[in-house]
Nanobody
Framework: QAQLEESGEYVVQAGGSLRLSCQFA????????VGWFRQGPGQAREFVAV????????YYADFAEGRFTISRDNAKYMGYLQMDNLKPEDTAVYYC????????????????WGPGTQVTVSS
């Protein structure tokens, strides 16, 4: 049974930085692309970023480009989302996800979801 675990709930000030992490209990982990999504208050869940199994291919949502960086450590079965210059509109529940295809993650049709972690950015 696959399991994704995300860490903590966070409150940060606007302009600050935060790194989200996700533990992927998927074997072999290198068979999966990893991604991040978010769902703001009263909004639909939206794509943030995706990274291929080998770390070569990445895609970002427009709002994430230049501010967010997705990464992974295959040896530790970990995925990360570094978020810089955070804005109040980044307040959302953030979800990690995994799918065998980069395209699957981009479309939101993923095999596995994390439970979500709340990020609140105060102005």
């Amino acid at each position: 049974q696959a399991q994704l675990e995300e860490s903590g709930e966070y409150v940060v000030q606007a302009g600050g930085s935060l790194r989200l992490s996700c533990q992927f209990a998927l074997h072999p982990f290198t068979r999966y692309a990893v991604g991040w999504f978010r769902q703001g208050p009263g909004q639909a869940r939206e794509f943030v970023a995706v990274l291929s199994w080998d770390g070569v291919t990445t895609y970002y949502a427009d709002f994430a480009e230049g501010r967010f960086t997705i990464s992974r450590d295959n040896a530790k079965y970990m995925g990360y989302l570094q978020m810089d210059n955070l804005k109040p509109e980044d307040t959302a529940v953030y979800y990690c996800a995994a799918d065998r295809l980069v395209g699957g993650v981009r479309s939101g049709s993923v095999d596995y979801w994390g439970p979500g972690t709340q990020v609140t950015v105060s102005s």
